[in-house]
């Protein structure tokens, strides 16, 4: 067996992780038939998706961060403002978020990732279901990942 030296490095370098997110790429686009057909097609990029619920005076109620890729919609960020709270602006953002990825942008299917004092109930009644639990993650906390097929 032979034996190398390899130099270790740490520290932020944008070069170095493009570089290694274009290899990953082309590694996994080698392994996999499905990321392969998809190269060259729309559904290859990340596109974002974003709803915003403005109050009366314009000012931000809530929002809904996401992007679609492949035939998924992924919620990155769902926030509503406390004081529109239990109003229905949460699921109100949600199911335009998931009609527009379904509509516009030929989703099948949605993921989200939430804590267990964040949202986890909210999304089951949005017909999403726990496909993931992580617990202590981060330490004292449990992490959900939920999915949804769209209509």
Known sequence: MVSRMFRMETGVDKEFSQLLRSRLRE??????????SLRGTPG????????????????LAGGLVGHTWTSWLHVTYL??????????????????????AAAERGCHNSRVETWDFQA??????????VVCVIPDYPPGITEYTLTKRLG
Do not use: C, I, M
Request: aromatic share 8%; proline share 3%; glycine share 8%.
């Open 79 to 100: 926030w509503v403002d406390e004081r529109h709270q239990g109003l229905g602006v949460g699921g109100r953002l949600l199911a335009e978020a998931e009609r527009l």
């Open 27 to 36: 590694a996994n686009t080698a392994a996999s038939s499905v990321l392969r």
């Open 44 to 59: 290859e990029r990340e596109v974002p998706l974003h709803v915003w619920a403005l109050d009366e005076r314009d000012d």
């Open 120 to 129: 986890p109930e909210f999304y089951k009644k949005q017909g999403y279901e």
